[in-house]
């Protein structure tokens, strides 16, 4: 079945540095999401990527989407300590249907 | 507007027992999809209803089955439960070419 692997699993950071997460998934997707979850939180739906080599930005946060749509990657430049959290992105195969999680990746923020 | 409502929040049950835990989609949206959460781990696909039909499920065994009523509304019932079902269960409603939102959550714990 289709699957969604991310790395790396926790990073930690000094306040100020760049941060990227990396997601790959077994098959190809229709579209790949991100989302943020805080601590004791739950996710909340950051962005959107449907075409392949998409790139958006929101802020200091630069999403890419692959060519092939089976990877994605999350940036954040100059990190602040309300980036802190687990970054999560989630497929949805060609198939549609089921969105699909990956592990996470964790980060937190020395100021 | 409110946004997805779950409840309850927590809910301690002993193991044997029946839980249901209940979901109110954000307005507009006629799509809800339930997940498990366990502890440091990325959410799990249980199942997806869509005109109150079964319409997607993940690997989830026939224990947890649900339902969505005409008002777009959901339920998650999960019986016999073992002390492995003790997570946060997410319920997350959509519109079709959109993110998810996800609601807070209902804690279950078994003992």
């Known amino acids: 079945g289709q699957q969604v692997m991310q790395i790396p699993q926790y990073q930690h950071v000094q306040e100020g540095e760049d941060f990227t997460t990396y997601c790959n998934s077994s098959t190809t997707l229709s579209n790949i999401q991100w989302y943020k979850q805080r601590p004791g939180g739950h996710p909340v739906f950051l962005i959107q990527l449907v075409k392949s080599g998409e790139v958006k930005k929101q802020k200091r946060l630069t999403f890419q989407f692959g060519e092939a749509k089976k990877n994605s990657s999350l940036h954040i430049t100059a990190t602040q300590t309300t980036d802190v959290g687990t970054y999560f992105c989630a497929g949805i195969g060609n198939q549609g249907g089921k969105l699909i999680f990956g592990q996470g990746t964790e980060l937190s923020v020395k100021p | 507007d409110a946004g997805v409502t779950q409840s309850p929040t927590h809910l301690i049950k002993t193991r044997g027992q029946q839980v249901t835990l209940r979901c109110s989609p954000k307005s507009g949206h006629d799509t809800v999809s339930w997940y498990q959460q366990a502890l440091g781990q990325g959410p799990q696909f249980i199942f997806q209803?869509?005109?109150?039909?079964?319409?997607q499920r993940g690997n989830f065994p026939d224990r947890f089955s649900g339902h969505q009523f005409p008002n777009y509304s959901s339920e998650l019932n999960v019986n016999a439960l073992l002390l492995g079902d003790s997570a946060l269960y997410l319920c997350?409603?959509?519109?079709?070419?959109?993110?998810?939102?996800f609601g807070s959550g209902t804690r279950l714990t078994v003992v």
């Open positions: 209803y869509y005109e109150e039909e079964e319409r």
């Open positions: 997350a409603s959509s519109f079709i070419g959109y993110g998810y939102t």
